[in-house]
């Protein structure tokens, strides 16, 4: 945006990053929930624009979902992507790899629990465990800044308009979830949240139709579908006085 404000204008779309919460009610399967989480944030080593880096569980089911998260993530296998046994691979550049592991002490020491993970793996490569951590509170860093990375953060919440007001409070807006058996529950909640796009009982549903694009610091402009097509069009007014 600012090149091009140097030099001629041209108009920016700009899909950018966030801290998109997936927020799981107790009357949804833990064991279907917890795979759907862990997918939605472990897709590729969580360097995902979109990646449901909060997870908000309610109370109910908190310790279940947290125990299942931790089994997940501690059975990945960690190693090269080009070995078809492997399941996470490398971060994408050193720098990356150094900043992933500097928010993961930052959890450390702000008092979030470690479930699993937390460490790099070996002195070769850029290659981070698989991280939960649980008694995440909205004021830490770890749950605040994106983190593009392996990190799992699982955020407890007792209501809906409580959540809805906690999943807002962030700068970014790109996308959300929920998972709920309760569709006036979901109905709410999509109402409510303030992202671009909203997955309802799934995560990550993408189709070259359906239109794509944050709010807030999330970016600007949309891609796919109709309204991504508009991004490329020029609109000309034309008044003739007869």
């Excluded at 009610?25 to 909060?54: L, T």
């Excluded at 749950?143 to 962030?170: S, W």
């Excluded at 097509?229 to 034309?238: A, F, G, M, R």
């Amino acid at each position: 945006m600012e090149e091009a404000a140097k030099s001629n204008l041209k108009r920016v779309s700009l899909e950018l990053g966030g801290k998109s919460p997936l927020v799981i009610f107790d009357d949804y399967d833990v064991d279907e929930a917890a795979k759907i989480a862990h997918d939605s944030v472990f897709v590729n080593m969580g360097q995902n624009c979109c990646a449901a880096s909060r997870t908000f569980v309610q109370e109910n089911i908190y310790d279940a979902f947290v125990k299942k998260a931790a089994e997940l993530a501690s059975n990945k296998k960690v190693g090269d992507q080009f070995d078809a046994n492997t399941q996470i691979w490398p971060l994408v550049s050193e720098e990356q790899y150094n900043r992933v592991l500097s928010y993961i002490e930052s959890g450390k020491k702000e008092g979030a629990k470690l479930e699993a993970g937390g460490s790099k793996v070996g002195d070769t490569g850029y290659y981070v465990y698989p991280t939960v951590f649980s008694n995440v509170t909205d004021n830490m860093k770890i749950a605040r800044e994106e983190i593009f990375g392996p990190v799992q953060q699982i955020i407890k919440f007792k209501t809906l308009d409580e959540v809805i007001n906690r999943a807002n409070d962030t700068k970014y807006g790109l996308a959300a979830g929920i998972l709920t058996k309760n569709m006036d529950t979901a109905m709410k909640y999509m109402d409510n949240i303030n992202a671009g796009s909203v997955w309802i009982n799934s995560y990550l549903v993408y189709s070259a139709q359906i239109t794509f694009g944050g709010f807030n610091q999330s970016g600007l402009g949309r891609e796919l579908g109709e309204d991504g097509l508009k991004e490329y069009l020029e609109i000309k007014t034309v008044s003739i006085r007869q």
